[in-house]
């Protein structure tokens, strides 16, 4: 069918809204921790509370990437969104009704569970609508999403848990998938793809099984992640607790290196579209991340401010990749496994990254924070040699000429 660029680009950003809603659902209750923790909840239970999200996300998104190989986007999308404002209603109904805080935690585990989808849904929106010549640009926009999301929640939801209530805190990511659910069903289209034929035959044949490029994607997003994950996770604690930054400033330190971060994944994208490959951008981006973090290291064990300006540099830098890999993996595994192929993807990367915090905490603990973030600058450099070249893409329907 054919399609205008103004209504291609809006599909992406209702896509987008998907992708905002499953953020939301797994990262809710890391913003309900504090007003949680001052109303007496010991840290070690309100540690198991937040984790009950992740937890569903990480159960069910390989799962929903073969339903969306399946049965298309658009139906998926439907249901797992639905499913999402179930649980999240079910959610604010257990604390407006002050039951046990482990039905709460159910709830967010079913709401992150049934929101998982988004990413892969999306990403594959991405790759079905847009020309090759757009569509780096294109999964970089929809990579912002993750920190979209964040900040939608850090905005509204300790704001709402202080002032008024956990209940009105709850409604923010009830409020999104809301919002997704009558988005998607007024907008989303399925992306064309070969139905029978050679071509819809080719598509099917197992990308997996064809070459190592799939595998050597992951591996080198796993191994890229680390740093990432390094970053985000104890880059506020090295300001506050290294630096003696108040948490105010640290706080809005990382708020400004979101923002960048997002831009960066948008350049990225323009990038890999401008020089046709997506693989050639992301050996650069290795060897830039591990330049910026073992700066950073070696910045922050001699002390230097300069090392705050690195922090910013390596926080935009170690998130580019994310669009680039997305993308070579959904146009490489084509319509029938980009599904399956993006959920492997981003299992190993929400693993990866979990396992990031409490690695980089055992070395912090052992030497400092810069020989922490000097040893975590290796493994971008381990990546740099597993950087497939550009695969043959699976046969993918052209997007639809742009009319007016």
Do not use: C
Not at 62 to 75: C, K, P, Q, S, T
Not at 132 to 140: C, K, N, Q
Not at 292 to 308: E, K, M, Q
């Amino acid at each position: 069918m054919e399609m205008s660029a103004a209504r291609r680009w809006w599909i992406l950003v209702v896509s987008m809204t998907a992708a905002i809603t499953t953020t939301a659902a797994v990262n809710a209750a890391a913003f309900l921790i504090p007003q949680l923790i001052r109303s007496g909840l010991p840290v070690q239970s309100a540690g198991l509370f937040a984790a009950a999200a992740p937890a569903g996300l990480l159960l069910t998104t390989i799962l929903w990437g073969a339903l969306i190989d399946r049965y298309g986007e658009r139906r998926v999308l439907l249901i797992s969104m639905a499913g999402a404002a179930i649980a999240l209603a079910a959610t604010v109904a257990s604390f407006a009704t002050r039951a046990p805080l482990y039905l709460s935690a159910i709830g967010l585990f079913f709401a992150s569970a049934m929101a998982a989808s988004g990413n892969g849904a999306s990403g594959r929106i991405v790759v079905g609508w847009f020309p090759a010549s757009s569509r780096g640009t294109a999964m970089g926009i929809r990579q912002t999403s993750q920190p979209l999301g964040i900040a939608i929640l850090s905005l509204t939801m300790p704001l709402l848990a202080n002032r008024i209530g956990l209940t009105a805190a709850m409604t923010v990511p009830l409020i999104v998938a809301v919002v997704s659910l009558i988005l998607v069903w007024a907008f989303i289209i399925d992306p064309p793809r070969p139905e029978t034929g050679p071509a819809a035959t080719a598509a099917q044949v197992n990308p997996y099984r064809e070459d190592s490029f799939l595998a050597r994607i992951h591996a080198v997003s796993l191994l890229l992640v680390l740093p990432q994950g390094a970053i985000w996770t104890w880059g506020i604690t090295w300001l506050i607790v290294g630096l003696h930054w108040a948490p105010a400033t640290a706080g809005l330190l990382i708020s400004v290196s979101q923002l960048f971060g997002a831009l960066g994944r948008i350049a990225a994208g323009a990038w890999s579209d401008r020089l046709g490959s997506r693989t050639a951008p992301i050996r650069w981006i290795a060897l830039a991340a591990a330049a910026a973090v073992g700066g950073l290291g070696a910045l922050a064990a001699i002390g230097s401010p300069v090392a705050v300006v690195v922090f910013l540099i390596a926080s935009v830098v170690t998130v580019a990749d994310n669009g680039l890999a997305f993308t070579a993996i959904a146009e490489k595994a084509g319509p029938f496994y980009s599904g399956r192929a993006l959920g492997i993807q981003n299992t190993g990367q929400f693993v990866a990254t979990t396992a990031a915090g409490p690695i980089l905490g055992a070395l912090i603990h052992a030497t400092s924070f810069g020989a922490a973030f000097a040893i975590v600058a290796l493994a971008p450099l381990l990546a740099y040699p597993l950087v497939p070249s550009d695969a043959k893409p699976a046969d993918l329907p052209e997007a639809a000429p742009s009319t007016p």
